[in-house]
């Protein structure tokens, strides 16, 4: 399975926007990348995910390089309920895969 | 409430105690999942159901034992566990979305074992 690599943790203040980045240079050309949240003393929360075209969603952006070899989660402007570890997942599109292997994600702190 | 249901939140057992974890969704998605959570270490993938049949079963020991009886409910049963086997257990359930496996997930059953 191909490997994902994200810093162990990232600062930000409050209502000032976030890049979290992500680098999986062995990705191959069916896998998507996913991004989930953990928020303190819940499971995992979906956020959003993307193939090769920039996505939006009412959460967050994913900014996908043009080779695919990195990513960048962008949360446009944090609060203080975005405090989380960021999880950055690959998943391969072919028929009948359930794999989203986690790896340590990235603890996001937002300052007031 | 994410559509996912996990009982009990929190378990404490003895070595020789077998108990069950419960994990039920009406959220119409075919596909389950039991993960486990340690302290500092990365979720673990423990087994996957899609469409009620086994797909996966990640070198998980024999003293844990899933169990799929219908598309909305997922037992993981237990049986002479170890102290190591303490750890958050997830369960979570997925649907297609533009291609892809988008993963659902209970608030965890957080499992003692003394």
């Known amino acids: 399975d191909a490997k994902t690599t994200q810093p162990n943790s990232m600062e930000s203040n409050e209502e000032e926007p976030v890049h979290l980045p992500c680098n999986h240079s062995?990705?191959?050309?069916?896998?998507?990348i996913h991004w989930y949240r953990q928020l303190p003393s819940q499971g995992p929360e979906y956020v959003i995910h993307?193939?090769?075209s920039n996505v939006n969603n009412r959460m967050a952006s994913l900014a996908i390089a043009e080779d695919r070899k990195s990513s960048t989660l962008i949360l446009h402007r944090a609060t203080l309920r975005d405090a989380a570890v960021y999880y950055c997942?690959?998943?391969?599109?072919?028929?009948?895969?359930?794999?989203?292997?986690f790896g340590t994600g990235t603890r996001l702190t937002v300052i007031p | 409430e994410t559509g996912v249901t996990q009982t009990p939140r929190h378990l404490v057992m003895g070595m020789t105690n077998k108990k069950s974890l419960k994990c039920e969704q009406h959220?119409?998605?075919?596909?389950m999942y039991w993960y486990k959570q340690s302290a500092k270490k990365p979720l673990e993938l423990m087994f996957v159901?899609?469409?009620?049949?086994?797909?996966e079963n990640n070198s998980v020991p024999s003293r844990f034992s899933p169990e799929c009886p219908n598309s909305s409910h997922l037992f993981l049963h237990l049986h002479t566990l170890q102290p190591e086997d303490s750890a958050l257990y997830l369960c979570?359930?997925?649907?297609?979305?533009?291609?892809?496996?988008?993963?659902?997930f209970g608030a965890g059953s957080r499992l003692t074992v003394l």
């Open positions: 979570a359930s997925s649907q297609v979305v533009l291609g892809a496996n988008v993963l659902t």
């Open positions: 062995t990705i191959s050309g069916t896998d998507y």
């Open positions: 993307g193939l090769t």
């Open positions: 997942i690959l998943s391969s599109i072919r028929a009948g895969a359930n794999n989203l292997f």
């Open positions: 959220l119409g998605h075919n596909a």
């Open positions: 159901y899609s469409l009620e049949e086994r797909v």
